[in-house]
């Protein structure tokens, strides 16, 4: 892919405008170039060695009119009408220009925006017919192009109608506006710079050359045609559309990277022999390497594991869906056909407008998939971070996305199916390419993925953490800050970050396998049922006694059990990233302290041996609980209770004779009731820690890949941009909005700054 020396060639202009010049001889101009010189101004620099061309071909053209040769265009008249024949070379061109002038410009000024092209547009076009036209192929003279590097030095940019050209011979019409500015029309209106204000103002062309000391040019024979009869405009706003989708392309590669760690899917995928081996595609190739790379590091992607046998990863998807496992297959024919228009721009707008529509429908069903909570793996429905009966979080963004991939969808239907014969019948078949050009905007679908992945990465990363085993109702948000780093494969066994991985993949992982793993007391916490049972016997208590004695409750010995690590995490230094001077490097090391600061605290807490019975009411609990997630969080906590409950009873009934009834039924209630309490207050205290702690505080950048980490940190720490749900955890107390922006407000903030994400993780492939 062309990407990376894309964009390292535009950041060598951006770094210092002002000592960087785009040289024109008509044989070098670049993808990057053009942008730098369309979006970025960059100077540019007629190669005077191009005048000689130039000088040729006009003579040329000279000798020609001198022994009254007919010549198209100069003597005859044009397209349909070329049977007739004239002396008056400059009333010819006068005429030309004048069927041409007949572009749509409102007088309002609020609709310029619709009915004319972007200065970037026009910028570029200009940039591309002075490059052609210092070819020495049009027989015009050597002032012609330096008049239009004249309205680029001074950024005098013409006003020209969006509609109009159906780039047959050339793009006619918008090119006459263009002509019309250097020969100083006082009908044909340019933007300028106040001298004042500094802001773009819109007045006739007369005053703006008048106001930068520039004469207007007189047209001479065959210059009207030289300027006119190219596709200027076409191939530069192809040229600007295909630099933004090499970079929407491979943006499209890193949400999906972002996808997979938000799915907990697997680098299997991506691997060289699927890729490089099995299908040895190019493109395919290419993307599964780029993919690869971005997941380096991270926590969240599962790394494929040795065989297991059908009992042990029974009830589990063997496999990622094809919104993620088939990425490469899918993205990598797209990246082929953008690779190939870069290499012939002119002819490359219909296979672009359809590469641009499959990277949009790719994202649009990984998109579904995390929104769908039957498909995510127990995320919320709509990545709700509250309740979902009062929260909708991406329902709305769903529906956008669908009606952005509608439209995307007819967008991409073939031009060239609807060509109709024009001028006369003369022009009858052409490749009317500004049409495509609508359909090139995919970066709000894009970066309505992005909000969506942020809100996705940071719930499975809090889910990733509540794995762990839990420390008290009073102490767990403290501890959840410095994020035990445990695995639910690993509790218990003193496992620290260098297992991490394997227990990420465990054959015994379901669906919802990141999920807060909230019971507590003595059934479900490793090794507290010896401990109790230790510290019973030591006090006197016997035999079955010890285990269903009501008078000492689990919780209270484990809070007392957990009292020294209060003390460590109250002296827990944590650095509040929201200070943007931090570098990234410094945001990361950072969050990577907070994660494994409570390794070495919890391991004598949490070294005991797991037996089977609380490894099933954990592995039922957590089941139970992430299967629910459509319910509130009360009803959910209680679902999942009942469920460790029942389990429970059956235990119980199947050992009747070493079970006192009559205390389970004294027990039971109460530690139903403790335990209900105490997991619906670890939930909300934990929803509260991550909608409102600083981002220091949250551990999510430790966990991400290269590529994730950089779009992570950029939006959520320079941007500002929190995770979705305050209002709706504080019931909208204040009113809607009172807690921060609409979620389609953060959505265009990032849009607008989108050439930015880019720069941040172009570095990484």
Request: with cysteine; hydrophobic share 40%; proline share 5%.
């Amino acid at each position: 892919m062309d990407f990376i020396p894309l964009r390292i060639h535009l950041s060598n202009f951006l770094n210092d405008l002002s000592s960087q010049t785009v040289n024109l001889d008509g044989t070098s101009l670049s993808l990057s170039s053009l942008v730098a010189v369309a979006r970025h101004k960059a100077t540019t620099t007629i190669i005077e060695s191009t005048r000689q061309n130039v000088q040729a071909s006009r003579d040329v053209l000279l000798e020609k009119l001198e022994a009254d040769i007919s010549i198209y265009g100069v003597s005859t008249g044009f397209g349909g009408s070329a049977s007739t024949r004239t002396r008056d070379h400059l009333g010819l061109g006068l005429a030309l220009f004048q069927m041409q002038h007949c572009g749509v410009i409102p007088t309002a000024s609020d609709h310029l925006t619709f009915m004319s092209m972007p200065e970037s547009w026009v910028r570029a076009a200009i940039l591309v017919r002075i490059n052609s036209l210092v070819r020495g192929h049009s027989g015009v003279r050597w002032e012609l192009p330096v008049a239009l590097q004249q309205l680029l030095t001074e950024n005098i940019i013409p006003l020209v109608p969006l509609r109009g050209s159906i780039s047959a011979s050339g793009d006619l019409s918008p090119l006459s506006y263009v002509a019309g500015s250097i020969m100083g029309n006082p009908s044909i209106k340019v933007y300028d710079t106040c001298s004042q204000t500094g802001q773009r103002v819109l007045v006739s062309s007369p005053v703006a050359l008048a106001n930068h000391n520039i004469l207007p040019l007189v047209i001479q024979a065959k210059e009207h045609l030289g300027l006119l009869n190219g596709t200027a405009f076409s191939a530069a706003v192809a040229s600007l559309a295909l630099y933004d989708t090499v970079q929407l392309a491979f943006l499209t590669q890193v949400c999906t990277a972002m996808a997979t760690e938000a799915l907990l899917g697997s680098r299997g995928s991506f691997l060289p022999f699927v890729n490089d081996v099995a299908r040895p595609h190019p493109g395919q190739i290419d993307v599964a390497r780029t993919i690869l790379a971005l997941l380096t590091d991270s926590q969240l992607a599962r790394t494929p594991q040795c065989d297991t046998r059908v009992q042990e990863d029974k009830g589990t998807l063997k496999q990622d869906r094809y919104a993620l496992r088939t990425s490469p297959q899918f993205i990598g024919p797209q990246i082929e056909d953008i690779h190939s228009a870069l290499m012939t721009v002119t002819n490359a707008m219909e296979k672009t407008r359809l590469a641009l529509h499959h990277l949009g429908k790719i994202l649009f069903a990984q998109a579904t998939e995390m929104m769908n909570p039957d498909t995510n793996k127990g995320l919320p429905p709509s990545l709700a971070a509250t309740d979902p009966s009062l929260n909708f979080h991406c329902k709305g963004v769903e529906i956008s996305l669908a009606a952005y991939i509608s439209e995307l969808g007819f967008l991409a239907n073939p031009v060239s199916t609807h060509i109709q014969s024009a001028e006369m019948h003369n022009q009858a078949i052409k490749s009317d390419p500004i049409i495509n050009f609508t359909a090139l905007d995919l970066r709000a679908l894009q970066y309505n993925l992005v909000e969506g992945f942020r809100d996705i990465i940071e719930g499975a990363t809090a889910r990733y953490f509540w794995t762990k085993e839990p420390l008290s109702p009073v102490e767990y948000r403290r501890c959840e800050r410095s994020k035990l780093t445990l695995t639910e494969s690993g509790i218990g066994t003193g496992k620290g970050a260098e297992s991490r991985d394997s227990d990420l993949i465990s054959p015994h992982e379901r669906g919802p396998r990141f999920a807060p793993d909230i019971p507590c007391a003595s059934l479900v916490i490793p090794g507290t049922t010896e401990r109790l049972q230790e510290r019973r016997l030591q006090e006197g208590e016997t035999g079955k006694e010890a285990f269903r004695s009501p008078q000492t409750p689990a919780l209270a010995f484990f809070e007392e059990q957990i009292s020294d690590v209060n003390v460590n995490v109250e002296s827990n230094n944590i650095s509040d990233l929201s200070d943007s001077t931090l570098s990234d490097d410094e945001y990361l090391a950072s969050s990577r302290s907070s994660v494994t600061s409570m390794e070495s605290i919890t391991g004598d807490v949490l070294s005991a041996p797991d037996d089977t019975l609380i490894r099933e009411l954990k592995t039922i609990f957590i089941e139970t609980f992430w299967s629910n997630t459509t319910m509130d969080a009360e009803e959910q906590v209680r679902t999942a209770v009942d469920s460790v409950v029942n389990r429970l009873l059956r235990e119980a009934f199947q050992n009747s004779d070493s079970f006192d009834f009559s205390v389970l039924r004294t027990v039971l209630p109460e530690y139903r009731a403790s335990l209900e309490k105490d997991c619906l207050n670890l939930v909300r205290r934990e929803r509260k820690h991550f909608l409102t702690s600083p981002m220091g505080e949250l551990p999510t950048p430790a966990l991400l890949g290269l590529g994730s980490r950089r779009i992570y940190t950029f939006v959520r720490k320079e941007l500002g941009i929190r995770m979705h749900g305050v209002e709706n955890l504080v019931l909208f107390e204040g009113g809607l909005n009172s807690q921060g922006p609409t979620t389609g407000e953060s959505i265009s903030l990032i849009y607008g700054v989108r050439n930015f994400l880019v720069k941040r993780i172009h570095v990484l492939t």
